[in-house]
């Protein structure tokens, strides 16, 4: 039982590490801020959320657990509020949307562009 | 609310932690403070509680089954994009509308599209969320409008 529990534990935290690690990857391949954050919010919900559940299993039925569901909820709160946090203050000093189809009569759609201004 | 804050500070500090009296004393001090910010954000925002209604707490876990599956979908789809050539992005933002009633629910369906990896709430107004998103697929169940009726229904509006 323990050993299973354990097993479980150790493939949800290696799962939840590659999470992070393709949410990383992909914070490097995409092209400009806005796509990043997308890549960033894979680090936060599969990558946080797995490793969370992975040590709930250690946890068992305890106060240890219980924490680590109040973790989680904070954290299902906070990162979509500094996401959209971020992107809209990005967007509000006029850091340039490169779209293909928008309903935005502020920001049309700039062409095709294939190319995504390599950044760093 | 500060019954809820009491309980939420023990099961922070442990129950062992009562033994002595200055501790417990500090506690209790947190507890009234967080409780007085509470009721000044709360008159701040003109009380809107019409969400919080027992019946939207029984159908929370369903919401939660919901919001838990849809993540993981977008997580899958992000994943896959991550690793496709750049020409699979197709950067785009459309105007959706938000048809909660409430705002708390109209928030809560902003943020459940922003939690949604690969579609971000750029603003809410005028009951429109501006939703960016980074190619048709991961906007898909946001524009044929399935993310709205999930919120929508835990709001208890909609079957």
């Known amino acids: 039982m323990n050993g299973a529990l354990d097993v479980a534990t150790a493939a949800l935290l290696v799962i939840g590490g590659l999470f992070c690690v393709v949410g990383g990857i992909g914070l490097h391949r995409f092209p400009d801020f806005y796509q990043r954050t997308h890549a960033a919010s894979v680090t936060d919900t599969a990558g946080a959320g797995l490793m969370l559940l992975g040590l709930m299993f250690q946890g068992g039925v305890s106060m240890v657990t219980l924490k680590l569901i109040l973790v989680l909820a904070f954290l299902l709160f906070t990162s979509p509020a500094i996401a959209h946090a971020l992107v809209k203050a990005a967007h509000g000093h006029g850091l340039a949307l490169e779209l293909e189809v928008s309903d935005d009569d502020a920001n049309p759609p700039a062409g095709t562009s294939e190319s995504g201004g390599g950044g760093e | ?159």
Not at chain 2, 29 to 40: G, I, K, Q, T
Not at chain 2, 111 to 126: M, V, Y
């Open chain 2, 1 to 159: 609310m500060l019954l809820l804050l009491a309980a939420a500070w023990l099961s922070w500090s442990g129950p062992y932690t009562l033994d002595g009296w200055m501790i417990p004393l500090f506690g209790l001090a947190s507890c009234l403070f967080v409780w007085r910010l509470y009721l000044a954000l709360d008159r701040e925002a003109g009380g809107d509680r019409e969400f919080f209604h027992p019946a939207a707490w029984l159908r929370l876990p369903r919401f939660l089954v919901v919001l838990v599956f849809r993540v993981a979908m977008a997580n899958f789809h992000v994943v896959r994009l991550i690793f496709a050539p750049k020409s699979a992005l197709h950067p785009r933002l459309r105007r959706v509308p938000a048809s909660q009633e409430t705002a708390f629910g109209q928030v809560l369906y902003a943020n459940f599209i922003t939690l949604t990896p690969g579609t971000i709430t750029l603003d809410l107004r005028n009951d429109e969320l501006l939703v960016y998103a980074l190619d048709e697929e991961s906007e898909a169940d946001v524009v044929d409008g399935s993310m709205d009726r999930d919120v929508l229904r835990l709001e208890g509006r909609s079957s």
